[in-house]
């Protein structure tokens, strides 16, 4: 018994698609249709305890030529057929493999793979060919679709027949799922289908659901497959420069999903964990990009419980080294109440009577994933000037790419302009999506008006277009 061969390992399937059974017939025809069968030279009966063979026609066998008028039609009644068949294929794993039945000439004429399994140096023999990395309903579907044409792809199994039609080299089936996937990206998938078209090499997927991601990245990164997604595909978004969200919230998430791969490789979700299993991605989070709020943010405390927080072993750090190096930054020393107050509400005059509001450090300053001397690196980087260096990004992320362009309603205007109580506009037409990021208002030249103005937006179609 020959094993088919490998190629990339074998995408899980969450749910399972029956291969569509062909219409068995009842009566005398499904006798004769057995009998045809088991004669020699036409195919001989499993043996016990052999994968079952599924989907199969039980058709009288003779003269069924004379009831398909076109070439696709025979071809079509071919399919997972025991007649003429050459080859079978024991797909899957287990109780859930299936014995399929094929025609090496069809599957040669429609995939390099099979044909250079049949007809080349080193083809196989066997009559059996097992392929246990191939779903079932993936095999069907590409079987169906080198027979007859067809496309059969199902939410359920559209990532394992784009498994199978890349591994057997049928590129027009691989677009058919690329296109299926496609039409139902979501923000809600953008990120569990990167992960795929990573793995599949499809680059043109892949930038799809990176728009979407740019787009939606709240959407995105809330979604339940999340967590889920590889390192690599994690690093490829943080390192996108087009994300629409606030750093802190980004932080939150990436948080959710160090705790998240601390147990799929059953490790403490420890705060050392956490900052081992992020690894490459921790730096692409651009901590600069936060305020200091946001960095600091986190439960609220009072003066009852200062003592605790100053307890805390990266507060006192903070404390410490910055008393340190305040003569170097901010040519005073600070008393640590003090000195914690400036760092975390710096606007305020009297930090002491703000101290009943503020927030205590344990956003990323205090969630144990920075080393001491970055968190004491960012809140000087948030707080004074000159500013220390630190390892992190602070290029700020805009969602909106391309050319920015203006438009004027008038190159100049050389005498009196006068505003008549009519809607005043500007109308442009465009041929791909843009994104308005401003606009400008033009008053008297006398001084100083107020105004009252309503601005709208419109989209209007030309039907003529």
Not at 34 to 60: D, I, T
Not at 232 to 237: E, F, I, K
Not at 345 to 369: E, M, V, W, Y
Request: glycine share 6%; charged share 20%.
């Amino acid at each position: 018994m020959a094993t088919g061969s490998g190629g990339g390992g074998l995408v899980s399937n969450h749910g399972r698609q029956e291969a569509a059974s062909n219409s068995v017939q009842s009566g005398a025809a499904v006798a004769a249709a057995a009998a045809m069968c088991n004669a020699p030279g036409s195919g001989s009966a499993a043996p016990p305890g052999s994968p079952p063979v599924l989907g199969l026609h039980r058709e009288p066998v003779y003269n069924w030529q004379a009831t398909k008028s076109s070439l696709k039609e025979r071809f079509a009644f071919l399919f997972n057929n025991e007649l003429l068949s050459d080859v079978r294929f024991i797909v899957g794993k287990g109780r859930q493999a299936q014995r399929i039945p094929a025609h090496k000439f069809v599957l040669a004429a429609g995939s390099a793979v099979f044909d250079a399994m049949f007809n080349g140096g080193m083809a196989t023999t066997s009559a059996e060919i097992e392929l246990p990395d191939v779903e079932p309903a993936a095999f069907l579907a590409l079987l169906r679709f080198l027979y007859s044409d067809e496309i059969h792809i199902g939410p359920e199994t559209v990532m394992t027949t784009l498994y199978t039609a890349k591994k057997y080299a049928v590129p027009a089936l691989e677009g058919h799922c690329v296109e299926f996937l496609t039409k139902h990206l979501r923000a809600d998938n953008a990120l569990m289908l990167l992960t795929q078209a990573r793995l599949f090499d499809e680059p043109q997927l892949a930038s799809l659901c990176l728009d979407i991601i740019d787009k939606s990245t709240a959407d995105a990164i809330n979604a339940e497959g999340f967590t889920d997604i590889d390192l690599d595909t994690l690093c490829a978004v943080l390192e996108r420069d087009t994300l629409s969200i606030r750093e802190n919230r980004l932080f939150g998430a990436v948080v959710r999903w160090a705790e998240a791969e601390c147990y799929r490789q059953q490790l403490p979700p420890t705060s050392e964990n956490k900052q081992k299993v992020l690894g490459k991605a921790l730096p692409l989070i651009r901590f600069p990009l936060m305020t200091v709020e946001e960095f600091a943010a986190g439960k609220q405390i009072t003066k009852n419980n200062t003592a605790k927080i100053l307890m805390n072993p990266t507060v006192c750090m903070c404390v410490c080294v910055c008393v340190c190096v305040c003569a170097e930054y901010c040519n005073a020393t600070l008393t640590s109440y003090t000195f914690i107050m400036f760092l975390l509400c710096p606007n305020k005059s009297n930090h002491r009577n703000q101290f009943d509001i503020l927030s205590c450090a344990t956003g990323p300053a205090q969630s144990g994933i920075l080393f001491d001397r970055e968190v004491v690196n960012l809140f000087l980087h948030f707080t004074v000037n000159p500013k220390p260096r630190v390892d992190y990004i602070d290029r700020p992320r805009c969602c909106l790419r391309g050319e920015e362009c203006s438009i004027n309603r008038f190159q100049q205007v050389e005498s009196r302009w006068g505003y008549s109580g009519t809607s005043d506009r500007i109308r442009f037409n465009v041929n791909k999506r843009i994104s308005i990021v401003g606009f400008g208002l033009y008053g008297s030249i006398h001084g100083p008006t107020d105004y009252q103005v309503n601005i709208q937006v419109t989209s209007y179609s030309d039907s003529s277009n």
